[in-house]
Protein backbone atom coordinates (compact mmCIF):
# COMPACT_ATOMS: atom_id res chain seq x y z
CA UNK A 1 0.00 0.00 0.00
CA UNK A 2 1.66 3.26 -1.31
CA UNK A 3 -0.52 5.58 1.26
CA UNK A 4 -2.03 7.06 -2.22
CA UNK A 5 -5.72 6.96 -1.99
CA UNK A 6 -7.88 6.76 -5.39
CA UNK A 7 -11.77 7.14 -5.77
CA UNK A 8 -13.58 5.40 -7.63
CA UNK A 9 -11.68 2.37 -8.81
CA UNK A 10 -13.88 1.78 -11.83
CA UNK A 11 -16.27 4.62 -13.56
CA UNK A 12 -18.07 3.49 -16.46
CA UNK A 13 -19.81 6.52 -18.71
CA UNK A 14 -21.43 7.46 -21.98
CA UNK A 15 -19.65 9.79 -24.52
CA UNK A 16 -20.16 13.40 -23.81
CA UNK A 17 -20.52 13.07 -20.27
CA UNK A 18 -18.44 14.43 -17.80
CA UNK A 19 -16.25 12.58 -14.39
CA UNK A 20 -14.12 13.38 -11.22
CA UNK A 21 -11.32 11.38 -10.10
CA UNK A 22 -10.17 11.74 -7.11
CA UNK A 23 -6.67 11.53 -4.97
CA UNK A 24 -5.71 11.65 -1.77
CA UNK A 25 -2.11 11.66 -1.48
CA UNK A 26 0.33 10.30 1.02
CA UNK A 27 0.23 12.09 4.55
CA UNK A 28 3.30 14.74 4.22
CA UNK A 29 3.09 14.54 0.32
CA UNK A 30 2.61 18.06 -1.61
CA UNK A 31 2.56 17.34 -4.81
CA UNK A 32 0.35 15.69 -6.80
CA UNK A 33 0.80 14.19 -10.53
CA UNK A 34 -1.99 12.51 -12.88
CA UNK A 35 -1.13 9.75 -15.14
CA UNK A 36 -2.95 8.39 -18.31
CA UNK A 37 -2.46 4.78 -18.88
CA UNK A 38 -3.50 3.23 -22.08
CA UNK A 39 -2.34 0.46 -24.17
CA UNK A 40 -1.50 2.64 -27.08
CA UNK A 41 0.08 5.34 -25.59
CA UNK A 42 1.59 4.26 -22.77
CA UNK A 43 2.10 5.81 -19.49
CA UNK A 44 1.41 9.51 -20.40
CA UNK A 45 2.41 12.57 -17.48
CA UNK A 46 -0.83 14.39 -17.79
CA UNK A 47 0.03 17.59 -14.99
CA UNK A 48 1.56 18.66 -12.02
CA UNK A 49 0.40 20.01 -8.56
CA UNK A 50 2.71 21.21 -5.58
CA UNK A 51 1.22 22.99 -2.44
CA UNK A 52 -1.97 23.83 -4.28
CA UNK A 53 -0.47 25.92 -7.39
CA UNK A 54 0.12 23.85 -10.96
CA UNK A 55 3.67 23.30 -11.21
CA UNK A 56 4.22 20.76 -14.43
CA UNK A 57 1.97 20.48 -17.80
CA UNK A 58 2.33 17.65 -19.87
CA UNK A 59 -0.10 16.49 -22.91
CA UNK A 60 -3.31 17.02 -20.81
CA UNK A 61 -6.04 17.89 -23.41
CA UNK A 62 -8.39 21.12 -22.84
CA UNK A 63 -11.34 18.61 -21.94
CA UNK A 64 -9.69 17.70 -18.62
CA UNK A 65 -8.78 20.13 -15.89
CA UNK A 66 -7.35 19.25 -13.08
CA UNK A 67 -6.83 20.76 -9.47
CA UNK A 68 -4.95 20.49 -5.61
CA UNK A 69 -7.23 21.58 -2.90
CA UNK A 70 -6.02 23.52 0.75
CA UNK A 71 -6.05 19.90 2.58
CA UNK A 72 -3.50 18.74 -0.30
CA UNK A 73 -5.95 16.45 -2.23
CA UNK A 74 -6.74 16.77 -5.91
CA UNK A 75 -9.15 16.17 -8.39
CA UNK A 76 -9.07 15.32 -12.26
CA UNK A 77 -12.19 16.51 -14.19
CA UNK A 78 -12.38 15.14 -17.82
CA UNK A 79 -15.59 16.52 -19.84
CA UNK A 80 -16.94 15.62 -23.25
CA UNK A 81 -15.67 12.24 -22.65
CA UNK A 82 -14.54 10.21 -26.14
CA UNK A 83 -14.40 6.59 -26.46
CA UNK A 84 -10.34 7.31 -26.58
CA UNK A 85 -10.34 8.35 -23.33
CA UNK A 86 -11.21 5.07 -21.58
CA UNK A 87 -8.34 4.09 -20.04
CA UNK A 88 -6.14 4.15 -16.26
CA UNK A 89 -5.87 6.91 -14.54
CA UNK A 90 -3.27 7.17 -11.94
CA UNK A 91 -2.58 9.77 -9.38
CA UNK A 92 1.34 9.91 -7.40
CA UNK A 93 2.18 12.20 -4.93
CA UNK A 94 5.83 13.08 -3.96
CA UNK A 95 7.20 14.72 -1.12
CA UNK A 96 9.05 17.93 -2.48
CA UNK A 97 7.65 17.53 -6.22
CA UNK A 98 11.41 17.78 -7.48
CA UNK A 99 12.57 15.33 -10.04
CA UNK A 100 14.99 13.53 -7.29
CA UNK A 101 11.65 13.05 -5.31
CA UNK A 102 10.31 9.47 -5.69
CA UNK A 103 7.04 9.43 -6.64
CA UNK A 104 4.56 7.56 -4.62
CA UNK A 105 1.26 5.58 -6.92
CA UNK A 106 -1.71 5.14 -6.46
CA UNK A 107 -4.13 2.29 -7.62
CA UNK A 108 -5.55 3.79 -10.41
CA UNK A 109 -9.22 4.52 -11.19
CA UNK A 110 -10.26 2.42 -14.59
CA UNK A 111 -12.53 4.90 -16.70
CA UNK A 112 -14.43 2.81 -19.32
CA UNK A 113 -16.30 5.30 -21.92
CA UNK A 114 -19.31 3.56 -23.93
CA UNK B 1 13.61 17.65 -23.68
CA UNK B 2 14.62 14.43 -21.80
CA UNK B 3 12.88 11.06 -23.07
CA UNK B 4 13.31 7.75 -22.15
CA UNK B 5 13.58 4.57 -24.67
CA UNK B 6 13.16 0.90 -23.40
CA UNK B 7 14.44 -1.18 -26.36
CA UNK B 8 12.59 -4.42 -25.60
CA UNK B 9 8.54 -4.27 -25.40
CA UNK B 10 8.26 -7.91 -23.88
CA UNK B 11 10.54 -10.33 -22.42
CA UNK B 12 10.58 -14.09 -21.59
CA UNK B 13 12.94 -15.64 -18.88
CA UNK B 14 12.78 -19.05 -17.03
CA UNK B 15 12.55 -19.36 -13.74
CA UNK B 16 16.08 -19.19 -11.71
CA UNK B 17 17.61 -17.20 -15.21
CA UNK B 18 19.03 -14.10 -15.44
CA UNK B 19 17.14 -10.98 -16.09
CA UNK B 20 18.33 -7.99 -17.96
CA UNK B 21 16.20 -4.87 -19.03
CA UNK B 22 17.47 -2.18 -21.02
CA UNK B 23 16.72 1.64 -20.79
CA UNK B 24 18.24 4.57 -22.87
CA UNK B 25 17.72 8.18 -21.54
CA UNK B 26 18.42 11.25 -23.32
CA UNK B 27 19.05 13.93 -20.95
CA UNK B 28 21.26 17.26 -20.75
CA UNK B 29 23.16 16.58 -17.56
CA UNK B 30 23.34 13.68 -15.10
CA UNK B 31 19.92 12.84 -14.97
CA UNK B 32 17.52 11.59 -11.89
CA UNK B 33 17.50 7.75 -13.01
CA UNK B 34 14.66 5.36 -11.63
CA UNK B 35 12.78 1.98 -12.27
CA UNK B 36 9.46 1.29 -11.16
CA UNK B 37 7.78 -1.97 -11.53
CA UNK B 38 3.94 -2.46 -12.22
CA UNK B 39 2.01 -5.66 -11.64
CA UNK B 40 -1.17 -6.31 -13.16
CA UNK B 41 -3.84 -3.96 -11.89
CA UNK B 42 -1.63 -2.44 -9.71
CA UNK B 43 -0.30 1.28 -9.17
CA UNK B 44 4.01 1.37 -9.91
CA UNK B 45 5.77 0.77 -7.42
CA UNK B 46 9.41 2.25 -6.94
CA UNK B 47 12.46 -0.48 -7.34
CA UNK B 48 15.44 1.92 -7.40
CA UNK B 49 16.98 5.13 -7.88
CA UNK B 50 19.89 7.00 -8.99
CA UNK B 51 20.72 10.60 -8.50
CA UNK B 52 24.98 10.36 -7.81
CA UNK B 53 27.61 8.51 -6.41
CA UNK B 54 28.42 4.99 -7.30
CA UNK B 55 26.75 4.24 -10.55
CA UNK B 56 25.80 0.40 -8.81
CA UNK B 57 22.36 0.85 -7.23
CA UNK B 58 20.60 -1.84 -5.25
CA UNK B 59 16.90 -1.72 -4.87
CA UNK B 60 14.27 -4.10 -3.50
CA UNK B 61 12.86 -7.62 -4.58
CA UNK B 62 16.95 -8.20 -5.33
CA UNK B 63 17.25 -5.88 -8.37
CA UNK B 64 19.77 -3.70 -9.11
CA UNK B 65 20.65 -1.26 -11.85
CA UNK B 66 23.94 0.22 -13.31
CA UNK B 67 24.39 3.96 -14.20
CA UNK B 68 26.83 4.25 -17.60
CA UNK B 69 26.88 7.44 -18.48
CA UNK B 70 28.92 6.62 -21.60
CA UNK B 71 26.09 4.81 -23.13
CA UNK B 72 23.87 7.07 -21.61
CA UNK B 73 21.94 3.88 -20.09
CA UNK B 74 20.47 2.58 -17.02
CA UNK B 75 19.94 -1.19 -17.07
CA UNK B 76 18.13 -3.24 -14.74
CA UNK B 77 19.52 -6.85 -13.83
CA UNK B 78 18.53 -9.24 -11.26
CA UNK B 79 21.03 -12.28 -10.99
CA UNK B 80 17.58 -15.41 -10.67
CA UNK B 81 14.30 -14.21 -11.51
CA UNK B 82 11.47 -15.80 -9.63
CA UNK B 83 7.55 -16.17 -10.97
CA UNK B 84 6.33 -13.58 -9.23
CA UNK B 85 9.15 -11.30 -11.29
CA UNK B 86 6.59 -11.09 -13.62
CA UNK B 87 4.88 -7.34 -14.41
CA UNK B 88 5.79 -4.24 -16.63
CA UNK B 89 9.13 -2.40 -15.75
CA UNK B 90 9.24 1.23 -16.52
CA UNK B 91 12.54 3.18 -16.71
CA UNK B 92 11.69 6.68 -15.98
CA UNK B 93 14.16 10.02 -15.75
CA UNK B 94 13.21 12.69 -13.82
CA UNK B 95 13.53 16.90 -14.37
CA UNK B 96 16.09 19.06 -12.88
CA UNK B 97 14.54 21.91 -10.88
CA UNK B 98 11.23 22.24 -9.64
CA UNK B 99 9.38 20.43 -11.37
CA UNK B 100 9.07 16.75 -10.58
CA UNK B 101 8.11 15.74 -13.86
CA UNK B 102 9.33 12.10 -14.68
CA UNK B 103 9.49 11.14 -18.22
CA UNK B 104 8.62 7.52 -18.51
CA UNK B 105 9.45 4.67 -20.99
CA UNK B 106 7.09 2.58 -22.54
CA UNK B 107 7.78 -0.16 -20.40
CA UNK B 108 8.81 -4.07 -20.98
CA UNK B 109 6.59 -6.98 -20.03
CA UNK B 110 8.37 -9.49 -17.98
CA UNK B 111 7.40 -13.00 -18.34
CA UNK B 112 8.61 -15.98 -16.70
CA UNK B 113 8.24 -19.47 -17.43
CA UNK B 114 8.55 -22.27 -15.17
Known amino acids: DSGVTQTPKHLITATGQRVTLRCSPR?????VYWYQQSLDQGLQFLIQ???????AKGNILERFSAQQFPDLHSELNLSSLELGDSALYFC?????????????FGPGTRLTVL | AQSVTQPDIHITVSEGASLELRCNYS??????LFWYVQSPGQGLQLLLK??????LVQGIKGFEAEFKRSQSSFNLRKPSVHWSDAAEYFC????????????FGDGTTLTVKP
Open chain 1, 92 to 104: ASSVLGTGRNEQF
Open chain 1, 27 to 31: SGDLS
Open chain 1, 49 to 55: YYNGEER
Open chain 2, 27 to 32: YGATPY
Open chain 2, 50 to 55: YFSGDT
Open chain 2, 92 to 103: AVGGKGNAGKST
